[in-house]
């Protein structure tokens, strides 16, 4: 008990948090579109479902440690001659779920089919909505689990640092939400990175076929330059319409 109050197990807590925030960041990303698409009076609702249920889907994980990393790597069936485990089952679902709900996305952005519920049929779509951002939630979970198993060696760091990058998530998503929201050329930007995240997902589960993973940094930093890029158009737009005035 006394290893859990030493400046390493701090280090280790706060190392680990932020590094569970940096991987949540297409997490955030996704989950602040689908807040787009929910009434205003109901986002703090869902807000709250989806870090209680994202604690809880961490928690039980991690509490599980034991049987994730015994049966993680597990064959569970051979496809022509080809291993496939847990983890290379829950990357590919995942990764067409995402790139399904993405492509899904950009289609309705393009061609105006976003659909706004009937207030007969509200608490339907609530209820659907919050379903998908649990569903991709459970997807990034594993992924942020296994970095935590690497890092750190005590459970309840990782935990404490699981629900501190879900607080932390908590507070922004609303924030990106109405940001991206006010601005069409971010939100496809965003939609972009999640297809391509997507597609990275659906590439991991794929891995005993190629034998061969994409480094995420190529994705964020792809994002990132766009994002900034993006950004500079938008100053620039900003001030040719000052100048006008």
Known sequence: MEDLFTLGSLIS????AVLEIVLGIDN???VSIILGRIPQEKRLRARRIWMIGGILV????????GWLLKNGETTLFTVLGYPFNLHNCIMFAGGLFLLYKSVKEVHAKLEG???HAKPADANKAFGALVVQILLVDMVFSFDSIVTAIGLAKHVEIMIAAVVIAMMVMFFFANGISSFIEKHPA???LALSFLILVGFMLFFEGLEP?????IPKGYA???MAFSFGVELLNMKARKRVVKLNK
């Open 220 to 222: 964020y930093f792809a």
């Open 13 to 16: 807590l706060v190392t680990l």
């Open 28 to 30: 955030v990303i996704f």
């Open 113 to 115: 089919g976003e659909e």
């Open 209 to 213: 076929i190629h034998h061969s993973t």
């Open 186 to 188: 971010l939100k496809m």
């Open 58 to 65: 961490r928690t039980a994980l991690l509490l599980s440690l």
